[in-house]
């Protein structure tokens, strides 16, 4: 039998085992339909089913409030990152044409550059003179009262810097870019105008991309946008304007199925994300300065966990060592360098208490 191991990846990444099983049994034929998931009409009665159901499961974990669409997209968020300048700030023209972005990480960086082909971009905070090591302090947001929107980044999956909750930025309509911690707690959607996470690292495979967005910023999407790239014509065909991604959807739906009943909903599932980042950031305190971490510790990811090693040489030896023990996939960015381990929703507390235990180890014996 093929084995599998303990996969540090930012994304895609591990997916529960019970769903990858579930996949697996049922990919032939889902139960009672005779037909693969892979093989159904987008319009068929078992998909239908299949896509309510998972709007339906979101809806539950989030507490997703009246008033919210909750739409699955393709083309990743990268293709987020133009679609909401093009649908938020609408019509506006001239001064008015003007969003604010907070930058924690490479990702916002990438978002900016997007946004500034489609209006006039308000840098609100920059933390790249550190390399995008900590959030904001209090006050160091300076936000543009004209803004048509705030865009954020809540985990910035290359630095490893996390808002720990819901920010409050100012009065225009929260953005936030949820690719890499969507899921991983309970958030408070009342707070936010729109939200989207690509699925591939804790919420399914590559290829669909969740969107939840407040209904009245929809009546903002100009009518002259190509068809594929307005939101109103997703919500109103309820994702189904063109074929969506059915099999990613499908995934989707066996992850939060898992995570409403295996794990006991999104609460739960921060306590046990809290306990698996707790066991690395206690290795790395406790290390003398052997291990060092990328973010100043009030910004630290609970997703993926940045550090730095003494040498390149020590790095490499890391590496080789880690594998033999089966964790893989630890090299850092190129762009941060060092490692990062990224231990989403999926990552069982076993991988990350065999790689706490090969840190200690390693450092004690270099
Ligand atoms: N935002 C963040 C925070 C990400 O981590 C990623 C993917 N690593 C993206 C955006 C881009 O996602 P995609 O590759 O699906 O376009």
């Known amino acids: ?28 034929a889902l139960p009672s339909y005779g037909m693969s998931i892979l093989e159904v009409s987008h319009r068929g009665k078992a998909f239908t ?29 990268r293709l987020q990152f133009s679609m909401v300048p093009m649908n938020l700030l609408g019509d506006l023209a001239g001064p008015q044409r003007t969003a604010d972005y907070v930058l924690t990480g490479s990702w916002g960086k990438y978002a900016v550059a997007e946004a500034k082909r489609e209006g006039t ?38 630095q490893g810097v996390q ?32 939200l989207y996470a690509c699925a591939q690292k804790n919420a399914g495979p590559a290829g669909v991309t969740v969107v939840i967005v407040r209904d009245e910023l929809l009546t903002r999407s100009p009518d002259r946008l190509p068809g594929m790239l307005n939101y109103r014509n997703f919500a109103t065909e309820k994702s189904l304007y063109n074929t969506p991604p059915v099999f990613g959807i499908y995934i989707v739906k066996l992850v939060t199925d898992w995570l409403l009943g295996t794990i006991g909903g999104l609460a739960k599932m921060q306590e046990l994300n809290r306990a698996k980042a707790g066991l690395l950031y206690d290795v790395l305190d406790r290390s003398n300065g052997f291990y060092r971490g ?19 040489e020590l790095q490499e030896k890391f590496l080789a060592g880690a ?15 060092g490692i990062r381990a990224s231990i989403y929703n999926a990552m069982p507390r076993e991988g990350v208490e065999t790689l706490a235990r090969f840190m200690e180890e390693f450092a004690k014996r270099s």
């Open 294 to 312: 990328h973010a100043q510790p009030a910004s630290r990811s609970m997703m993926n966990v940045t550090f730095r090693l003494p040498s390149d």
């Open 163 to 194: 808002f720990p909750d819901d920010p409050q930025f100012g009065p225009a309509p929260l953005v936030c870019d949820a690719s890499s911690d969507f899921l991983w707690r309970p958030i408070d959607i009342s707070r936010y105008g729109l």
């Open 49 to 77: 089913e299949i896509l309510a159901a998972t709007e339906a499961n979101l809806r539950k974990l989030l507490d997703v409030p009246a008033g919210y669409q909750v739409l699955f997209l393709q083309g990743g968020s």
């Open 323 to 337: 594998k033999a023990l089966k964790l893989v996939e630890l090299k850092g960015h190129r762009s941060v360098g």
């Open 121 to 158: 971009v308000n840098i609100a905070y920059d933390a790249t003179a550190t390399n995008y090591d900590r959030l904001p302090q209090p006050g160091e947001v300076k936000l543009n009262p004209a803004a048509a929107y705030v865009h954020y980044t809540s985990n910035e999956t290359i």
């Open 1 to 28: 039998m093929t084995e599998r191991v303990f996969n540090f990846s930012p994304g895609p990444a591990m997916l529960p085992e019970a769903v990858l099983r579930e996949a697996q049994r049922d990919l032939l």
